[in-house]
């Protein structure tokens, strides 16, 4: 996968980009993506959640949010 941005969602370089509006926008969009759902439903299943999450990944934040609320149950 070289350097092009195949879904045009502006990731090619995130680090130098300042427009952080656009990004967010980006991460909100693709969290809502059919694919997206169905990953996090795998991620659960697949889990063995214990007593802790660490959340070390890219995004808002929304799965480990979602997630958490299977560590409190």
Do not use: P
């Amino acid at each position: 996968m070289g350097d092009e941005d195949r879904h045009g969602l502006g990731y090619g370089a995130v680090d130098d980009d300042s427009n952080v509006s656009a990004l967010l926008t980006a991460m909100d969009a693709t969290a809502g993506w059919e694919a997206t759902r169905r990953l996090r439903s795998w991620e659960r299943k697949q889990l063995g959640l214990g007593q802790r999450l660490l959340d070390v990944g890219c995004g808002l934040g929304d799965a480990a949010l979602a997630l958490s609320a299977d560590l409190a149950r």
